[in-house]
Structures are given as C-alpha cells and as structure tokens.
C-alpha cells in the first residue's frame, strides 16, 4: 500500500478524535468513517469536521455497521472494556487496528489479543502508547541500544496527575470515567511502557502497595494511588509511582541507572521544556550531570500539537507501518507485556504486597 491513501474509521469520538487531529493535514490518510454511541459526540466530531473541511464520512452509532463502512484501519478510541472486542472484530472485517491503551484488561483478553493479531498476518496492530514517542524517550532509547548506559540495573517512571486544585466537583468525575472507578496501578502503560521500549526487557513478577489515604471524595473504587515494584527478565529493578490522587499537577517522570551511565528526567523544569541530565563512564572526571538538551517534542516535525506533538508521531508510525508493511514500534507483544503487568500489581496490592509472577506472551498456548 505504498503509495495508497489510507482510509481511516474512528470509533471513540471523545480520545479518538484528539488522536486524528494532528494528521489531517497529510495527504496520504483521509477520514472515511466515524462511529460513536453517544450522538452528542458525533454532532461535536462533525462541527469540528467542518471547521477544517473535512467531507466525505460517514456516521455511526452502531459499531457493526461502522466496520462495513470503507475503511483500511480503525482507531479503537472506547472506553477500556471494548478495546480487545472492538480489535478482534475489526480484524477479523479485514481493517488494521491502533487500540488506545491499555490494550487488554484480563489475562484471557491478553490471550484473545494476541490470537486475534496472529491470525491475522496481513494486518498490522499497534497499540496507542504515546509517551513511546516523546523525543527524551527516543533518545534514550538510541543511547541504550548504543550502550551507553550498559546494562540497566534499576528504572522508575511517575505518572502525576493531581487534581487542578483541592475543591472536587461531581461533574469532573462522571460513573463511567476511568479514574473513578478503575485502580490507578492498572493505568501503568504510559511509565512501565516507555521504559520496557528503551529497555527491550519485560517484567516477570511484581510487588505493590496501595496507600489508604482518600483524596478525591468521588473516586467510586480502587486505588487512586500506587507504588510497584516490577522484576525484569535481564534482571534490573523497575518502580512505578502512579498517582492520581494527591496534590501533584500533571506530568511523567522518568531514570534509568545502568552500569556504565545513568540519566533522569528533570523533575523542576515545565514539562514542555524540560531536559535530561546523565553521567557515562566514557565521559570521566564530571561531577555535575550533563545537560542533554532534548525535550518532549523533541523530533517532530512541526505539526503536531495534541500531547505536545507525540500523538502525531505515534500516527504517523502506525500509516507508515500499513504502507510500507513493517512492524508497528508498540506491536502487540509489547502492547500487552506493558498493560499486564498493571493488572498483576493490583492483585499484590490486595494481598498487601504479596510477590506475584507474570505471564508473558511467549508463554501463551494459543
């Protein structure tokens, strides 16, 4: 499909329609389908349409009939419990699929994933971890695929994300929000993702705990915070601090430290415009750290703005994957070996922290 206009359908129009923004301005995709079912959104998704004369798609409020529409790839942009349906049933109408994350919510939806994409060698899957794309994280991992920090021995990520302010309104956290009725540690991709991506590692057992502390008076159940403590397979140490319900702001942070070097995120600076900063061994005699002067937007090419440009790059990443037929950056492996593991830490939360192996997609009989 080289030299072929992709024709995308959107099922989603909340996430969904933020995902698509940044593309519509590229010749070689066009908008063919749009499927939501609340309405209100689809009169929202067509309004914005029109402002930037989009023509030419079709309306859905029935997800079965939308897959019959003329489309080559569907953006799975739904509420959690439907993206491994929606997958499988899209790949098996014959469409290529980007799923926001997480990518599954069970071991058994993990091994229906990985079926549904394996049978279909044809079509390309690729998860929506967008933080795989932020320019910090592409160097680091073209610095640790270089060796410069040797072997990793211990990483840690933070996912901040407190309230504006400490005045809670009903409003801002509707039932079928996903912070208020889902655990904060099964939302990890964003942090265990990046780094399993820099790595190339997975994790093989976890420890969590959940702190007691109510912050948010209409969170309906589960945790709005957590730390878990992941063991990889090449043997380093990962920690994870989700937290959603405490007086933070809004930002990811992330270290690795290996045996040669180490770097960090800058915690201080705007998230925009923060750098890294790494000691290597190469690089002997430096007590201070050394700037490192890439940003989150880092790579882009100027015109993406949605999550400061990475939604852009992580599109574009999936359309050039359809049409030059090659593996998606977040493949389906590690699509799940980044949502499992979430799962998995609640359950040693509830067990006070109990140590709890996980699965890994090698080991699926499928």
């Known amino acids: 499909m080289k030299n072929d206009v992709i024709k995308l359908g959107i099922v989603g129009l909340g996430r969904g329609l933020s995902i698509v923004k940044d593309i519509l301005c590229d010749t070689d995709v066009k908008v063919s389908a749009i499927c939501d079912r609340n309405g209100e959104k689809i ?25 019959k529409a003329d489309t080559d790839a569907i953006i799975v942009a739904t509420d959690a419990i439907y993206h491994v349906p929606f997958v499988i049933k899209a790949m098996d109408a014959g469409k290529h699929v980007l799923s926001e994350i997480p990518a599954v919510n069970s071991l058994e939806e993990a091994k229906m994933l990985k079926k549904a994409v394996s049978s279909h060698p044809e079509l390309k899957y690729m998860a929506g971890e967008n933080d795989c794309f932020l320019g910090f994280i592409e160097a680091w991992k073209k610095m640790y695929e270089d060796g410069k920090f040797g072997e990793a021995v211990y990483a840690e990520a933070e996912y901040l994300h407190g309230p504006k302010d400490i005045n809670f309104k009903a409003e801002d956290y509707p039932k079928e929000h996903w912070r208020t ?91 925009r415009e923060a750098h890294s900063f790494a000691r290597f061994s190469d690089i002997p005699g430096k007590d201070e750290m050394i700037d490192i002067p890439i940003t989150c937007g880092s790579f882009g090419d100027g015109k993406g703005v949605s ?52 699965p890994d997609v090698d080991e699926f009989d499928i």
């Open 43 to 67: 009169e929202s998704a067509k309004a914005y349409f029109d402002e930037v004369n989009v023509t030419g798609y079709e309306c859905y409020e029935d997800f079965d009939e939308f897959l």
């Open 181 to 271: 009725f889902n655990p904060a540690i099964k939302y990890v991709t964003h942090d265990l993702g990046p780094l399993l991506y820099i790595m190339n590692d997975r994790v093989v057992s976890v420890n969590c705990q959940e702190p007691d502390v109510v912050c948010n008076p209409y969170k309906e159940k589960g945790s709005e915070n957590a730390v878990a403590l992941f063991k990889t397979a090449k043997g380093a140490v990962i920690r994870i601090f989700i937290c959603f319900g405490a007086y933070v702001g809004c930002t990811h942070n992330y270290a690795l430290y290996g045996t040669k070097g180490s770097i960090m995120f800058d915690k201080c600076a705007p998230r």
């Open 307 to 358: 999550h400061l440009g990475i939604d852009r790059k992580m599109m574009r990443a999936f359309i050039e994957s359809i049409k030059n037929d090659t593996k998606p950056p977040v493949d389906v492996d590690l699509a799940i070996r980044m949502s499992l593991p979430g799962i998995y830490a609640h359950e040693s939360a509830l067990q006070n922290g109990a140590p709890i192996e996980i």
